[in-house]
């Protein structure tokens, strides 16, 4: 939570990545974590928190490598106390084909991948830049064609290629110039030429190739003739056995996970201006230590009474409005109902358009924290437009105090007429300008020209 707190403290440096994975990594382990506090005999506790460490650094690479970071951090070495790691292996699929590896952008690994995909006539299907705290990060996804034949004749869509780029420092990319990619990957840094004078600039990355058919290309083939084959049962720990929770215990949990899976939808970014993160980092603050201390109360019946104020003091640290989602969701999830006293809703007045109360305009000063464009794509299905989204945050209101935190708008429109970004939009906040009106032609211009998308149909919301 308190990781969570930082990385929305201030949205000019919002960091949507690190709530993702934060949330995301206690979504599943919250259980395990009230298993593993609640006993009143240490040892016992010690025993339990030792087996739920082990389950949960063995689901995968990148969780034993968060875990290790977040523990140094409070001055933990988890590695010590874990089993060696297993050497990464990609598997196979339900079909038993080899899978694609998550690979280092390093020159070896883009020279393995050359000789079987055709960069040079790829093309841009998505492009999203976005602030994580001080640094910038990208992803792209290309379409790439395979040089390679797929076996059966058929036809098939063009390979996707993901590439996840961190510590960008340069970024150039305009709509007109979307086809023809150069992957540079020197000893300093990354460099991906894109079109006619478009390209991104990073310290470093990885990629991965999302393709059904990697398996018959010359990688592909080299990939399975060492990969040991799919066996019905991994090598995977049993998950701890949390069903002997109280109710009250279980309440606790379940209500604590419903939190994550409201935290974890910044995932999405239209929802990140509508997940009241820092509330509920508010009124869970504190949350690990409690949760401790409730479950090493000794006997059953003490522990649970422990739980039940917990569940009631983190609702009246909450406005009513929240107070009332904790109790909706206590109740989706656990079926309690008889432990958060539930306030009443206050009446809530529509304003006049004809009181004279003044509308509140654009406001022109903005800093960009995420610009993502996608190109639409016809040989679906379904045909899908091409569509622009833009994360703003946004000083207070004209109403509201000079000193009143920043606020987030995310926004999106159909098949723009212009989508300009360059590095330079990323550099704080700037002068923000607005032409046209936000439910017609409408163009926002972002530090003079860094930013400039032209939405023809409109905008998805008014950026206010």
């Not at 201030?10 to 609640?38: G, H, K, Q, T, Y």
């Not at 933990?76 to 084909?97: K, Q």
């Not at 960069?119 to 790439?144: P, Q």
């Not at 390979?159 to 305009?174: I, M, Y």
């Amino acid at each position: 939570m308190e990781q969570i707190a930082q990385s929305a403290a201030d949205v000019r440096w919002f960091d949507r990545e690190a709530i993702r994975a934060a949330s995301d990594v206690w979504d599943n382990n919250l259980f395990p974590l009230f298993w593993a506090a609640s006993s009143s005999d240490a040892d016992e506790r010690d025993r339990r928190a030792m087996t739920a460490l082990e389950w949960m650094a063995g689901l995968g690479e990148a969780r034993r490598t968060w875990m290790a970071e977040r523990a140094a951090i409070s001055g933990h070495d988890i590695e010590s106390l874990l089993p060696p790691a297993e050497p990464y292996n990609p598997g196979r699929d339900h079909l038993g084909h080899v899978m694609t590896p998550l690979r280092a952008i390093t020159r070896g690994n883009v020279e393995d991948l050359v000789p079987d995909y055709d960069l040079a006539t790829a093309s841009v299907r998505h492009l999203r830049v976005e602030r994580a705290g001080v640094r910038l990060t990208a992803f792209l996804a290309l379409a790439v064609d395979r040089t390679f034949s797929v076996g059966d004749g058929t036809s098939e869509s063009p390979a996707l290629l993901d590439l996840w780029l961190d510590g960008v420092t340069e970024t150039a990319f305009d709509v007109t110039g979307t086809r023809g990619v150069t992957l540079d990957a020197g000893s300093r840094e990354i460099g991906i030429s894109l079109g006619t004078g478009g390209r991104v600039r990073a310290a470093t990355g990885r990629f991965r190739l999302d393709d059904r058919s990697w398996h018959l290309s010359a990688a592909g083939r080299r990939a399975d003739a060492v990969t040991p084959p799919r066996t019905a049962h991994p090598g995977r720990l049993p998950p701890p056995p949390v069903e002997g929770l109280g109710a009250d215990a279980h309440a606790a949990a379940s209500l604590l996970r419903g939190v994550m899976w409201e935290l974890r939808s910044v995932r999405y970014a239209r929802r990140c201006d509508r997940v009241p993160v820092l509330p509920l980092c508010r009124a869970f603050s504190g949350a690990g230590e409690a949760i401790l201390a409730a479950g090493s109360r000794r006997g059953r019946r003490r522990r649970e009474a422990a739980f039940r104020d917990l569940i009631r003091a983190w609702a009246e640290r909450a406005d009513p409005e929240l107070a009332r989602w904790l109790a909706g969701t206590l109740e989706k999830l656990a079926g309690r109902t008889d432990l958060i006293e539930v306030p009443r809703a206050a009446e809530r007045t529509p304003p006049s358009l004809a009181d004279g109360t003044p509308v509140l305009g654009v406001p022109t000063e903005a800093a960009l924290t995420m610009a993502a464009w996608t190109a639409g794509d016809a040989d679906r299905c379904s045909e899908r437009s091409a569509v622009a989204q833009l994360q703003f945050a946004l000083p207070p209101r004209p109403d509201e105090s000079p000193s009143a935190p920043w606020r987030l708008r995310t926004v999106s429109c159909t098949e723009p007429d212009a989508f300009h970004l360059r590095s330079g939009a990323f550099e704080g906040p700037g002068p923000l300008v607005q032409t046209g009106r936000p439910t017609a032609a409408c163009r926002l211009d972002l530090h003079r020209g860094a930013l400039l998308v032209a939405a023809g149909d409109g905008w998805s919301a008014s950026v206010s």
